[in-house]
């Protein structure tokens, strides 16, 4: 417990235990598959990520765990209990959303307060209770004021608070960074894991951007078409993607046939020098040079047709001048150690 005294279910933290369990769940609105016969287990303490683009089938999959939507058929288990017919408010799971929907009228401590008051605790309890949930979000000096007197990344942790207060088994969060800028989205990405890993709140977070599920998570679910293509940690997925559409939706990636090959393993060297005994090659003329900061991006037309793009860090300073430019002879070249194998066995979600 730290000095906010808010750890509200410690004991469940780091416990290798299923907490959520989707069995065979499916989904249609109107005709359309939404979700098809879904497997996913969630273990007690994880953080863990629905990833995948739009209409992938990761926010109906949220949706049904919260309780605002019902499946066509399968079982949805909480702590081993089917709730797939319960009502959210019988749930013990409570949902940040993207619009953080706090009530502009009241103060911080009234907001987060909220909940609790809902639910017959007493005042002076409740507001002991939203006290210490402001301060675990280090916001303990605000309590008294207006939402409109805070910045987008403060209300985003009135929120947090509001929802951790009521001590949910589970929290479930729907791209609640979506409407922050980059730097701010950063900063917001350290704190969650921060405070996932203080309250030991199991965390099932909605996204489509890859760099946020790598960074944060424990485990990753990748949705594509209403289908799971596969659950594992970020080293999983980037370095042994189970289908091509991982290898190519998480990370950027160049793929040659079943062989996988990222971007920030490849090297460029002129045409005309020798490449390593041990490394693999392809000639071609660079079609685009773009200075990044921290790397350059490179795309090269293949001599055999296709491209391939290459990431070099910009260690030594070059003065504005890129190694290479549009029109360059060059060969991309790639120790064999670099290739990964697209696909395997499908990885379910309960492994």
């Known amino acids: 417990m730290d000095d906010t005294g808010f750890n509200p279910i410690m004991a469940e933290a780091r416990v290798n235990q299923p907490i959520v369990q989707l069995e065979d769940v499916a989904k249609t609105y109107g005709g359309a598959v939404a979700l098809a016969r879904v497997d996913l287990t969630v273990h007690a303490g994880e953080f863990f990520t629905l990833l995948g683009p739009s209409g992938s089938g990761k926010t109906t999959t949220l949706r049904l765990i919260a309780g605002f939507e019902r499946p066509d058929k399968g079982k949805i288990l909480l702590d081993g209990q089917d709730v797939a017919t319960l009502p959210p408010f019988e749930r013990a799971v409570n949902t940040v959303f993207q619009d953080y929907a706090l009530f502009p009228h009241l103060t911080l401590v009234e907001n987060v307060a909220y909940g609790l008051r809902a639910k017959k605790v007493p005042k002076p309890e409740a507001h002991a209770e939203a006290e210490k949930a402001l301060a675990a979000v280090q916001l303990a000096n605000f309590a008294g004021r207006k939402p409109a007197q805070l910045s987008g990344g403060q209300r985003q942790r009135v929120a947090l608070a509001r929802a951790m207060v009521n001590r949910p088994r589970v929290l479930l969060l729907d791209e609640p960074l979506g409407a922050l800028d980059l730097k701010l989205r950063h900063q917001m990405q350290q704190e969650l894991k921060r405070l996932q890993t203080e309250t030991g ?92 900061g921290a790397v350059t991006r490179t795309i090269v037309a293949l001599e055999d047709g296709g491209t391939m793009q290459v990431m ?39 492994q």
């Open 201 to 292: 709140i199991t965390f099932i977070y909605v996204t489509h951007d890859q760099d946020e599920a790598l960074s944060m998570s424990d485990r990753i679910a990748v949705f594509s078409q209403g289908k799971i293509e596969q659950v594992g940690t970020a080293f999983d997925l980037y370095e042994r993607p189970a289908s091509a559409f991982v290898a190519d939706f998480v990370g950027n990636s160049n793929i040659l046939g079943t062989t996988l090959l990222r971007p920030e393993k490849l090297h460029l060297v002129p045409h005309a020098h020798a490449v390593p005994e041990g490394y693999e090659k392809r000639h071609g003329i660079v079609r685009e040079a773009v200075y990044l």
């Open 312 to 350: 070099e860090a910009n260690i030594v300073p070059v003065h504005g001048a890129l190694r290479f430019v549009p029109g360059d002879s060059v060969t991309v070249a790639w120790p064999r150690s670099a290739c990964a194998v697209i696909g395997g066995e499908y990885n379910k979600g309960e």
